[in-house]
């Protein structure tokens, strides 16, 4: 992974028109902003919303002065698209109700169950408390950049990621119970 300074240099080259630049900043960011995306929506969504998010960060790469740190300011961007994204799916009606899955995973089985059991527990989070779990937990920034990412002070991050984590332990025990989260009635 690029380091911030790394980050940067391509960052400012790229606002200067520098194509290889700006494909080095792409690869090296590509991956956290989609995965952080993929936090905020789903997964199947954070693909044209990571392609937005670099479309918006190029469009702004020309003003970009580097006073703050490029993958902050990138992941900001990416959270902004996140929530137009949110604004604009929950302002059209739903036209064909989904359901979520066919088959419940079981998180005593094999690692791919349990990860999409986790994932499942952390789309469950309020999304002010889903951002600042996944930007420090998942993709390491510190709580200064969550907190710069997420528009909010620093206790505030602290305060979110600490209730995400007593929500994932209290929704990680419901999981565990026999035929949690298996839907259906008791009689049939």
Known sequence: MADDAELTAWALAAGRGDRTAAACFVRATQQQVRRFLAALVTPREADDLT?????????????????????????????????????????????????????????????????????????????????AFVATQVLGLSYAEAAEVCGCPVGTIRSRVARAREDLVAAAHGWSEPDAGRGGDATG
């Open 51 to 131: 392609q937005e998010t670099f479309l918006r960060a190029m469009r702004s790469l020309p003003s970009y002065a580097g006073r703050s740190s490029t993958r902050t300011w990138l992941l900001a961007i990416a959270r902004r698209v996140a929530a137009d994204h949110v604004r604009t799916v929950t302002s059209r009606p739903r036209t064909v109700p989904m359901p979520d899955g066919y088959d419940v995973p079981d998180p005593a089985r094999s690692g791919f169950d349990r990860q999409v059991v986790l994932e499942r527990l952390i789309a469950a989070l309020p999304r002010d408390r889903r951002e």
